[in-house]
């Protein structure tokens, strides 16, 4: 099957630490996330690498959405991330991550994938962003994210994928830190100037910022009084994004937006996937009419 | 002439320093502020001390606006701050104030002004915002301010005055401060328990966020490339806020948090009121309809 987005990520297992909770070795990942949240709207292929200790029972459970997995690739090992947040969900430490498995992984799409309407770059080594476009055609639209690892450690590269990203994802901190302005909209422009054609600022709890060619565009948060587990936030925002902008043929990125944060406002309200697992198509279009309320003026 | 709304608070002299200019002995003041965007939509007096040193063209400055002064007294100085900005505008130091004017400031509102639809009780002592409340008759919708001093330094008497506010307005920090809850919505319950019936959380360049009896509403701020000086953001905003309302006699609390905003995003683009004294009712309306623009989806 052709799928609409190709997507290229981590695929991981994840130990998270909370002060009320831990959990350990449960499914996670940036494409992982991205997948299940654009599979709402769209058909996803991820490309990316697992170990041969990856649990079937998550196998079976993403083949139970509109995910193809034949890009996973089983490399020596899985890569695995343990994280520890605070009180406040913002503040994420990283305990222990095995980044070699993504260091060494080549990913190639297949001409199935090449061919999709999207191209998904989920937060990895820009080293394998590039390797990515340097397959594809160019007719695609491409996306991507990135983290402050890679802005501290791989900026040049980072700067080189920028200029074949159509939309950029990234997170208020990362804005800054990437641009060195402080002023959020400052820092948008230039990063438009660095390439993309929109950029998406996720502000977390105040929530999103969007800046593009044809678009100024912010809303809040949906107001959430518990936080359980933040992971995976960002890339369940940008699948939702993505997944329903491939539904609409390129249309309405101001709803894609929403969409987008209303997956991610449910995927915090448990660990891993364990809420979005639940949560129907009908489920999100209640609390986007819910934010239909919250915003209307 | 009997006001929409009277207001009590301060009418001072600051003196601002940011990276990028220094002013001396500007008007300002928390009523000074609320009044002046207040008066854009009703009609505002305001019960405050100057000295005798207080310059004539400022007063003269006001008494453009629907602005009422007779209840301004002369006592033996002007309330004075001088306060700092970093290169975030919301990182403000005070250098020095003045706050012994305030301390033996005994507010006494005429019968006209008690008898006003709106009482706004600017940022001043608690001490003083109950004795304005114990001259009037009830009648009247009661809004509020604070900082985080009257928090750390009278939060009985501060807890009282809430009992008897029914709209009360402070920034996300305090909000936390007063509630000792990191998260928002949580916070915004507890304050709604203390009595008022309706908090309006004010967020800086996050936006705004209102939760009450009816309303449940989060608005992004306006997208501000330049802020020269934030002082005054906040009672302006008020001032938005409560003026929109008293026109549209207590409906349409939603576009006035909007009129609020616009007029605040005006207020920090010039040092003092410098901007405001040139922005028109149709500069207003068109900035409103800008963010019209910004939010919908």
Redesign the interface.
């Known amino acids: 099957m052709k799928p609409d987005i190709a997507a290229v990520g981590s695929i991981a297992l994840d130990t998270i630490k909370t002060p009320q909770a831990e959990v350990q070795d449960i499914l996670g990942g940036s494409a992982v996330y991205f997948a299940w949240a654009a599979s709402y709207f769209s058909k996803v292929g991820i490309t990316g690498v697992i170990g041969p200790d990856f649990p079937e029972e998550y196998l079976k459970l993403l083949s139970t959405r509109s995910i193809n997995l034949d890009g996973l690739k089983v490399g020596d090992k899985t890569f695995r991330w343990t994280g520890e947040y605070g ?2 969900p913002d503040d994420r430490k990283t305990l222990s991550v095995c980044q070699d498995v993504l260091e060494n992984f080549n990913p190639e799409l297949s001409e199935e994938y090449c061919s999709s309407d999207y191209i998904f770059l989920a937060n990895i080594n820009p080293k394998s962003h590039l390797k990515v476009l340097s397959q594809i055609k160019g007719s695609n639209l491409v996306a991507g994210d990135t983290m402050d690892l890679w802005i501290e450690t791989e900026k040049t590269l980072l700067l080189k994928t920028l200029r074949r990203i159509d939309m950029m994802f990234l997170n208020e901190s990362e804005a800054r830190q990437l641009t060195n302005e ?5 820092a948008g422009r230039s990063i438009l100037s660095y390439g993309p054609k929109t950029v998406i600022v996720k ?1 977390g ?3 999103v ?1 969007v800046l593009g060619e044809d678009i ?6 949906y ?5 359980r587990d933040a992971t995976g936030a960002g890339d369940s925002f940008a699948g939702g994004v993505i997944g329903f902008l491939a539904q609409e043929n390129g249309e309405n990125l ?2 894609a ?2 969409m987008g944060s209303v997956i991610a406002s449910f995927c915090v309200e448990d660990f891993g996937l364990r809420r979005l697992e639940k949560v129907t198509k009908e489920d999100i279009m209640g609390r986007f009419e819910e934010f ?6």
């Open positions: 009180e406040n402080s002023n959020l909209i400052k502000k709890e105040n929530g910022f100024l565009f912010s809303i809040p948060a107001p959430q009084e518990t936080v101001r709803k937006i929403v239909r309320n919250l915003t209307r003026f």
